[in-house]
Each structure stands twice: as structure tokens, then as C-alpha cells.
């Protein structure tokens, strides 16, 4: 059975930082491709970071510089570092798991930046 677990969405200040993690189990994590999407009230899910199985980052231009997408094979997990948050980063964000035409989701976690 395969589960994607996200962690560490919370309620943070405008500026603050957070730390998601997306454990992974029944997937060959290493061969897989890794990505994090977000998805605000009203709006369309838009992928957000992505790292290769190679370990290649891409980037959304809105967070390039504040936030960064990391992972572990060791540990089956990837990160997603968020810095200077901002309102308009306020969304519920999803673990994305893709190899072939194998793709996976997580439940998301809430991230809500607000004074």
C-alpha cells in the first residue's frame, strides 16, 4: 500500500518560516520524482517545487528564493523549506509522487500565514 504523509503546516507570522516533511512508504522513493503543489480557497492546485530523482530543483517565479525543495532517500522523505512567508502563501500544500505513469498524493497540510 503506498502512503505519501505530509507534516509541519501550522499558523505562521507573515516572514516566518516553516518546515514541511512528506514521508513516503510501498514506493522505490529514489526513483521517483518529487513535488509539492499548493492549492488557496477559490483557486486551481499549482505545482509549487519539484526535485528529480537526480536531485534537479525547479521552481513556481512567486517562491524562487524563499522557498526550498530537498530530499532524503535514506529516509524516504522530501522538504519543503518555506521562508518569508507571505499572506498569498496561505493554502493547503500536497506531496506529489511521479515515476512513469505512476503518480501519488498525500492528504495535504494547511499553511496559513497571517498576523
Known amino acids: 500500500q503506498v502512503q505519501l504523509v505530509e507534516s509541519g503546516g501550522g499558523l505562521v507570522q507573515p516572514g516566518g518560516s516553516l518546515r514541511l516533511s512528506c514521508t513516503a512508504s510501498g514506493i522505490s522513493f529514489s526513483m521517483y520524482g518529487m513535488n509539492w503543489y499548493r492549492q488557496a480557497p477559490g483557486k486551481q492546485r499549482e505545482l509549487v517545487a519539484a526535485?528529480?530523482?537526480?536531485?534537479?530543483?525547479n521552481y513556481i517565479d512567486s517562491v524562487k528564493g524563499r522557498f526550498t525543495i530537498s530530499r532524503d532517500n535514506a529516509k524516504n522523505t522530501v522538504y519543503l523549506h518555506l521562508n518569508s512567508l507571505k499572506p498569498e502563501d496561505t493554502a493547503v500544500y500536497y506531496c506529489?509522487?511521479?515515476?512513469?505513469?505512476?503518480?501519488?498524493w498525500g492528504q495535504g497540510t494547511q499553511v496559513t500565514v497571517s498576523s
Open positions: 526535485i528529480t530523482s537526480a536531485g534537479s530543483t
Open positions: 506529489n509522487g511521479k515515476w512513469s505513469i505512476l503518480s501519488y
